[in-house]
């Protein structure tokens, strides 16, 4: 039931970039992408509604494939400030379930 | 507006004593959450309520744990009594409404049960 991200963990140089995947076995109604920093709690990034929709933030934009029922989050020339893990959540329809997360470390 | 708030940030208790979890949602959000976060099982969906009512607590992991909102503005989470297995952080959080709207998150509370 929990939707399954991949991969677990990325390590960037900065200005390069990233591409995270989420996966549900379930059919989805939206999909939310947010991120935590180490030791706070997690943030909004944004949502998608709608099947191959694109939204984005800042160098941070994401799709949605519905028939498919995954999502992918795209990290353009990262910055240290993007580190943290990074959770999907799918609602099924009702509620909103987490990812397993990504844990993404930018160095200088 | 001061976002979610909850109390207390860390508690430290022995196993079998009762722990409080509180949490006051942002003034007008209808929806409220309760998640618990540990390294093994990641962020899950304890209960949640919609309008100060329980909509689904499939995600309570037993008997020992309750989750009460008397009113808009106040909600807590209970777990009598406490097992070691039960530390973690866990999350209140809160939104317009139900579906498909953005969650604000608390700071956190962080248990550990010794």
């Known amino acids: 039931q929990q939707p399954v991200q991949s991969p677990q963990a990325v390590i960037l140089r900065e200005g390069e970039d990233a591409v995270i995947n989420c996966s549900s076995s379930?059919?989805?109604?939206?999909v939310h992408w947010y991120r935590q920093k180490h030791g706070e709690a997690p943030v909004f990034l944004m949502i998608?509604?709608?099947?191959?929709e694109q939204k984005g933030h800042e160098k941070i934009s994401a799709s949605f494939n519905e028939k498919k029922q995954q999502s992918s989050l795209y990290l353009t020339a990262s910055q240290l400030s993007y580190s943290g893990t990074y959770f999907c959540?799918?609602?099924?329809?009702?509620?909103?379930?987490f990812g397993t997360g990504t844990r993404l470390q930018v160095f200088p | 507006d001061a976002g979610v708030i909850q109390s207390p940030r860390h508690e430290v208790t022995e196993m079998g004593q009762e722990v409080t979890l509180r949490c006051k949602p942002i003034?007008?959000?209808?929806?409220l959450f309760w998640y618990r976060q540990t390294m093994m099982r990641g962020l899950e969906l304890l209960i949640y309520?919609?309008?100060?009512?329980?909509?689904?607590d499939s995600g309570m992991p037993e008997d020992r744990f309750s989750a009460k909102m008397p009113n808009a503005s106040f909600s807590t989470l209970k777990i009598q009594p406490s097992e070691p297995r039960d530390s973690a952080v866990y999350f209140c959080?809160?939104?317009?409404?139900?579906?498909?709207?953005?969650?604000?998150f608390g700071a956190g509370s962080r248990l550990t049960v010794l």
């Open positions: 003034s007008g959000h209808n929806s």
């Open positions: 998608l509604l709608k099947g191959g």
């Open positions: 309520f919609n309008n100060n009512v329980p909509i689904d």
């Open positions: 959540g799918t609602e099924t329809p009702d509620k909103l379930i």
């Open positions: 379930k059919a989805l109604y939206s």
């Open positions: 959080a809160s939104s317009l409404v139900a579906r498909a709207n953005v969650l604000t």
